[in-house]
């Protein structure tokens, strides 16, 4: 067996168990440095299965499939295309799912009935320790967001345990580094092209390829489905309003029911309701679920989150809280 070399707050046994556990068909609550991931063996469709049942997830969402850095993406892909090998080359281990065509017969639990699949190389230390040992370097794991589908993505050990529950085995790497889900480029099509944004920039994707970041924006229409690209998703159950920073300041005065995410401070002094984030996307990323979160957990009646500004480095965080108005307010 490999040695093990975690973050400090897992132990190896940890390590150990977790994998003893997925490679026998369980679920484990895993670290990745973009939010912590509900985990289970891409090529166990009984295990994958638990995962969609877990998360209550639709069968014909597809799940993204996480891989060792050593991992034979050949074994997965019927092609690696050249601009996947550059990005890959250039990007992983990190932030970063590459959509391929799978291989016939391989991952089918996770690819809900397409011909695609998401390939995505973590960072987070932990998560490679796991797959350094997972059917011996070269397995995969399936690994959505460990959350109830539809909700808030977690980014601490802590968030996972009160979505799933104390009996999930919950790896605990530290909060996420990142804080928000992975950019997908579809590999699929030349050029590629982002079908969900993240904070890993379309100019930097761009500058690998060789090619105008604009191509690489272009609509994606007939592409194929991906994680966390409904309409509705990464909601609080509390309504949810995107609103201008002057308006919350105008209305703040007269609320007892509402919280606020904000990049600027509270206009008369510190409150428990009033969350200041940094005005700079990758602060604002690390904090941004935790924050909703926390208000979601606070019993108000409103969450009022300031409008982003429309910049391209602010796009996958305008894409999250956009799909999170949407669907905020709804279930029990």
């Known amino acids: 067996m490999s040695e093990v070399h975690t973050d400090a707050q897992v132990r190896p046994r940890e390590i150990i168990e977790a994998v003893r556990r997925l490679e026998a068909g369980g679920l484990v609550g895993l670290p990745t440095e973009t939010v912590y991931g509900l985990a289970a063996d891409a090529e166990n469709p009984e295990a994958v299965a638990r995962i969609y049942a877990a998360k209550g997830r639709p069968a014909d969402h597809p799940v993204i499939v996480h891989v060792h850095r050593q991992a034979d993406l050949r074994h997965w892909a019927a092609e690696v295309p050249e601009a996947a090998r550059q990005l890959a080359a250039a990007f992983w281990p990190g932030p970063l799912t590459l959509i391929l065509p799978r291989r016939p017969g391989v991952a089918e639990a996770c690819a809900g009935g397409q011909g695609t699949i998401g390939l995505r ?8 320790a796991v797959l350094a040992i997972f059917r011996g370097g070269q397995g995969g794991l399936a690994a959505p967001s460990a959350n109830r589908f539809g909700r808030i993505s977690p980014t601490t050990a802590a968030h996972v345990r009160a979505e799933l529950g104390d009996d999930l085995l919950v790896l605990d790497g530290g909060a996420c580094a990142v804080g928000i889900e992975s950019t997908i480029v579809d590999c699929t099509v030349q050029p590629p092209r982002i079908l969900r944004p993240g904070l890993l920039q379309a100019t930097e994707l ?13 609509p994606a229409g007939g592409a194929p489905r991906v994680a966390g690209a409904l309409p509705a998703h990464y909601a609080p159950r509390t309504p949810l309003a995107l609103r201008a920073a002057a308006d919350i300041d105008a209305d703040w005065p007269a609320t007892a029911d509402a919280g606020v995410l904000a990049r600027h401070p509270c206009p008369n002094g510190r409150s428990t309701r009033w969350f200041q984030l940094p005005d700079e996307p990758v602060g604002y990323a690390h904090a941004l679920y935790a924050g909703l979160r926390d208000l979601d957990a606070a019993g108000l009646g409103e969450i009022w989150v300031e409008s982003l500004p429309p910049s391209l480095p602010w796009l996958a965080l305008r894409d999250r809280l956009d799909r999170a108005a949407r669907g905020s307010g709804a279930g029990p």
């Open 206 to 218: 761009a500058a690998v390829l060789g090619i105008p970041a604009e191509t690489l924006l272009r």
């Open 121 to 128: 190389c973590p960072s987070h230390p932990v998560a490679q």
